[in-house]
């Protein structure tokens, strides 16, 4: 079946102008996770949701990013006013339900350029 | 808050060498424990994982882990490594009692040569 997909898979953008990345998870995962990988510095985890509750944004760095997720589905993560700090690949990834005993399913990522 | 630490950041073997590769997390309560994988050009998946029951847990393609719970440590191991596990090895740690985050360690990349 088809599995975490992400759009674009490459975004170069100008400093100071916003972007907006998309994440289709796997249909029927309720929880959904947002994830930054910088060059030497692993996983960092963004956001997270899970069904209906409120997100858990505690991994927003600041308040230039946020994210939301519509209709249980589909997921967009915003950066405003972009900095050069913000390059990287960003993940999405997707579980059946909310609690690690699931297995989570990692999209391609989109790699994020601010020149 | 609950951290992970890979001491290696980039090993390099020879085919047939056996691998270990460490984590430490830091968290004195219940931890759920992973390792996920990412080959070039793929994405990440999961290699194996660590709930509860026997601490030594075995995953795909040859890989085991040693879950040790006085040491805070969830070393990942393979007795003979091929040129096709080179690849980028991702430790993570989930606190259940507190949240369904997973935080993952910087990763090692580790490159077997033919």
């Known amino acids: 079946g088809a599995g975490v997909s992400q759009s674009p898979s490459n975004k170069v953008t100008e400093k100071g102008k916003d972007v907006e990345l998309r994440c289709d998870p796997i249909?029927?995962?309720?929880?959904l996770y947002w994830y930054r990988q910088s060059l030497g510095q692993g996983l960092e985890f963004l956001i997270y949701?899970?069904?209906?509750?409120?997100?858990?944004k505690s991994g927003l760095p600041s308040d230039r990013f946020s994210a939301e997720r519509t209709g249980g589905s589909v997921s967009t993560l915003t950066i405003q006013r972009t900095q050069q700090e913000d390059s990287a690949v960003y993940l999405c990834?997707?579980?059946?339900?909310?609690?690690?005993?699931?297995?989570?399913?990692f999209g391609p990522g989109t790699r994020l350029t601010v020149t | 808050a609950q951290s992970v630490s890979q001491h290696n950041h980039h090993v390099i073997l020879s085919e047939a060498a056996s691998l270990e590769l460490g984590c430490n997390y830091s968290?004195?309560?219940?931890?759920?424990l992973f390792w996920y994988v990412q080959y070039p050009g793929q994405h990440l998946q999961l290699l194996l994982k660590?709930?509860?029951?026997?601490?030594l847990v075995k995953g795909i393609k040859g890989f085991e882990a040693e879950f040790i719970k006085s040491k805070f440590s969830f070393n990942l191991r393979k007795p003979s490594v091929q040129w096709s596990d080179t690849a980028e090895y991702f430790c993570?740690?989930?606190?259940?009692?507190?949240?369904?985050?997973?935080?993952f360690g910087k990763g090692t990349r580790l490159h077997i040569l033919p």
């Open positions: 949701f899970q069904g209906n509750s409120a997100p858990d």
């Open positions: 993570a740690v989930n606190a259940p009692e507190r949240d369904d985050k997973i935080i």
């Open positions: 968290y004195g309560g219940t931890v759920n």
């Open positions: 249909s029927g995962h309720t929880a």
């Open positions: 660590y709930f509860s029951g026997d601490p």
């Open positions: 990834a997707s579980s059946a339900q909310g609690t690690a005993l699931y297995e989570q399913y």
